[in-house]
C-alpha cells in the first residue's frame, strides 16, 4: 500500500516502490489517498469567519472525494508496473487511522510511505501522519525520507 497525498514529495517513494515491489515480486500495489472530510476548506473565510453550512460541508467533501479520485486515476496513467496488477483507492476519515485500519482489513503486507521530514515546531504543529501510521499499523511500514530533509528532531 502506497499512501499519497498529491504532492511531489508524497510521490518521491515511486522509484523505490518500484525497486522494492519487483525485487520482493509483488504481485498487486494499492495507492491510497484519503479524504479528511473535518478538514475547513482552505482560504474559505466570510467575514472573518468560516461561513459554511453542513450542506456546504457535504459538497467539500464529495468535490474532495473527486480530486482524489482524479489524481489518482492520472497516477495510474503515468506509471507502467506491467508486472503487477495497479489498484487504487479513496478512503475518507482522519489519515493516519483511515490508513491503519485499511491495511489491517486488506491484508495489506507493506506501507511504503514518504515522509515530508519536518522537524522542530512545524513537526509538533502539524504532527506527522508517517509517525502516526508508524505508531498504529499493525503492517511494517516503510517510510523513504524526501529529497531536501533537514536532520533535527
Known sequence: MVPLD??????????????????????????VRVVDPDLPPANYLAGGEFGLYKTDFDQLKKHRESEAEDYLKELRSRINYSWAKVESRVLVGKVAEALADYATK???????????????????????VADRLLRSACVPVLMVRAPGCAPGI
Request: hydrophobic share 45%; charged share 15%.
Open 6 to 31: 498529491g504532492s511531489d514529495l508524497a510521490e518521491c517513494v515511486l522509484p523505490h516502490l518500484e525497486t522494492i515491489a519487483r525485487g520482493c515480486q509483488i504481485a498487486t500495489v494499492v495507492f
Open 106 to 128: 486488506n491484508g495489506v503486507d507493506l506501507i511504503l510511505i514518504a515522509s515530508h521530514g519536518r522537524s522542530g515546531i512545524s513537526r509538533w504543529v502539524m504532527g506527522s
